[in-house]
């Protein structure tokens, strides 16, 4: 699934609409930044991307011909992943939660090098062992991300990934991303601060009054683009 098309989508909640015939396309190998106001639907936008939350109206496309969203909802959830900004943390080590992602019938050499490939993948290796429960903000995020790169999702959606994360973090969580992309997964980034991304992003969204407008293309974010310096390329 290399391109996935959401059409016309709607939701309310109560009186308050929410989204109004939102259009949206996702390409492998492309980020979409995604921002608005607080309020603005983006985290409602991407749960409906997710398959986790029913809009009241709306179509998908993954290359079949458009359908109703609930005819792809098994889809989107197997080839998609949310990113909430807190994730959630297992129980047990970091280890264990990266084990989560992988199916009970994985045999037991193949899945501890799949979690060992994991760890070295989102720079984990030194915590391994440490308690998920205990991490910063942005360990928790990085096992997040590790986690879903085992599922092997064509898509990830990702909601305020690096929020109230020092520098050092952030570019750790950004090169994770830039690793992503560079796979083919199609990235979704909701960001209330999208300069973080500029490196990053090939289409700068705005959701605004329940629609989707394009703010600028790749090349007019160039000169304002934040690099990552070349000892901190990203991870292949």
């Not at 005819?71 to 129980?91: A, G, I, S």
């Not at 085992?150 to 990934?161: A, G, H, N």
């Not at 560079?182 to 909701?190: D, R, S």
């Not at 999208?194 to 407008?213: D, V």
């Amino acid at each position: 699934m290399s391109q996935i098309e959401f059409i016309n989508l709607h939701k309310h909640f109560g009186h308050r609409q929410i989204l109004t015939g939102t259009n949206l396309v996702l390409n492998g190998g492309y980020c979409s930044l995604l921002s608005g106001t607080n309020g603005a639907g983006k985290s409602t936008l991407l749960r409906i991307c997710a398959g986790l939350e029913k809009p009241d109206q709306g179509e998908v496309d993954i290359g079949l011909g458009q359908q109703a969203w609930k005819r792809y909802r098994h889809t989107l959830q197997l080839e998609t992943v949310y990113l909430h900004q807190q994730p959630y943390m297992f129980d047990g080590t970091v280890m264990q939660n990266l084990a989560y992602a992988l199916p009970r019938s994985t045999p037991q050499p193949k899945h501890k090098q799949l979690v060992s490939e994991a760890l070295a993948w989102a720079e984990l290796e030194s915590i391994a062992s440490n308690s998920a429960k205990t991490l910063s903000g942005g360990e928790r995020q990085r096992v997040a991300i590790a986690r879903a790169w085992l599922r092997k999702p064509t898509v990830m959606l990702l909601d305020e990934p690096t929020t109230n994360m020092d520098q050092e973090a952030r570019r750790r969580t950004i090169r994770l991303l830039h690793s992503l992309k560079e796979q083919g997964i199609a990235l979704l980034v909701a960001s209330h601060d999208p300069k973080h991304f500029y490196s990053l992003t090939n289409s700068w969204l705005e959701l605004s009054a329940g629609r989707i407008e394009d703010m600028f293309s790749v090349n007019e974010l160039a000169d304002n683009v934040i690099p990552i310096p070349s000892s901190q390329q990203a991870i292949r």
